[in-house]
């Protein structure tokens, strides 16, 4: 699949996509929201995908945010329209059935970390910067940031780094919560890829109904909560990989899922 603003890979089970607009260190655009929302729905409808990794091309930027060059001329309903595009788009690779893991690996400013934090697994290279810098500009986050990063790092947290705009490094982000592991720069792809492959070894409906019942299970009552966690264990024992899972257990031997 070609893109003007992304490249996609795919190998065996993994795609990877690069955010690739290296001289606006990939800030996002429109083109590149509506590119990123095409990408997704074609990993949504291969099924020899079963993970996706997204990073930025270069080495020095994630995203560092929503493109600033193009919010200059917004007006307010075209500003609503671009908000709306970014968070519809954030909230299709929160929906993927498919794990996503960020590998920021430079900048994650902005709508860079709003990307990342819509993502399941957040790993960050030690030269990772993080920030929500948008009140500086005299606009708030608009492709999620407000709601993901207190629900993610708590409330007072969210709301220091969401009013001061400071920058903050890979370790701080890791102390708070906001990745799960730093890693040399060199090596945070093969650690992405390396988990990629450890999921990719587990039953693929069983991971996806895993996504679903977290994330629906977060914004509910935990009574609510353990009945959409009890109806989907229902269906995963519905599934041929539950058998498949179950009776290489019994039989000493490794599973072969076929996501059915
Ligand atoms: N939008 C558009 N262009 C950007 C950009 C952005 N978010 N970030 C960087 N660029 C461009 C720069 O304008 C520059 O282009 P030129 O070479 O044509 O001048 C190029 O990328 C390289 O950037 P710098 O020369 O500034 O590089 P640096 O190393 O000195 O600084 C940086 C890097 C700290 C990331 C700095 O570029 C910066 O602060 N960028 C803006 C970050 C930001 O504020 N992001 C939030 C945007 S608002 C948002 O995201 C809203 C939302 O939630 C929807």
Redesign the pocket.
């Known amino acids: 699949m070609e893109f003007n603003t992304l490249i996609l890979e795919k190998e065996e089970y993994l795609a990877t996509l690069y955010i690739n607009r290296p001289?606006?260190?990939n800030?996002l655009n429109s083109e590149a929201l509506f590119e990123l929302e095409t990408a997704v729905r074609d990993i949504r409808s291969d099924s020899n995908i079963k993970v996706m990794i997204i990073t930025g091309a270069g080495d020095?930027?994630f995203v560092?945010?929503?493109?600033?060059?193009?919010?200059v001329p917004l007006t307010s309903d075209e500003g609503r329209f671009?908000?709306d595009l970014?968070e519809r788009v954030m909230r299709q690779i929160e929906l993927l059935e498919k794990p996503v893991i960020a590998a920021i690996n430079g900048?994650a400013?902005?709508?860079?970390c709003?990307l990342a934090m819509a993502c399941d697994i957040r790993l960050a290279s030690e030269t990772a910067v993080f920030a929500?810098?948008?009140v500086?500009?005299g606009?708030i986050?608009?492709?999620g940031?407000t709601q993901r990063l207190p629900r993610l790092i708590g409330e007072g947290r969210a709301k220091e780094l969401t009013f001061t705009a400071n920058k903050i490094n890979a370790q701080e982000a890791f102390r708070i919560g906001l990745v799960n592991n730093v890693y040399p720069p060199d090596q945070l792809m093969d650690e992405a890829k390396n988990l990629a492959k450890k999921i990719a070894a587990n039953a693929p409906l069983a991971v996806g109904y895993a996504k679903h019942a977290i994330n629906k299970g977060l914004q509910v009552d935990i009574d609510t909560a353990m009945s959409i966690e009890s109806d989907i264990f229902g269906l995963c024992c519905a599934t041929i990989d539950k058998i498949e899972g179950m009776s290489a257990f019994v039989e000493k031997r490794k599973p072969k899922f076929e996501g059915k």
């Open positions: 001289k606006a260190l800030a020095k930027a560092a945010g929503a493109d600033i060059t193009f919010m671009f908000s970014g900048f400013l902005g709508g860079g709003e929500l810098p948008e500086g500009l606009i986050p608009g492709f940031g």
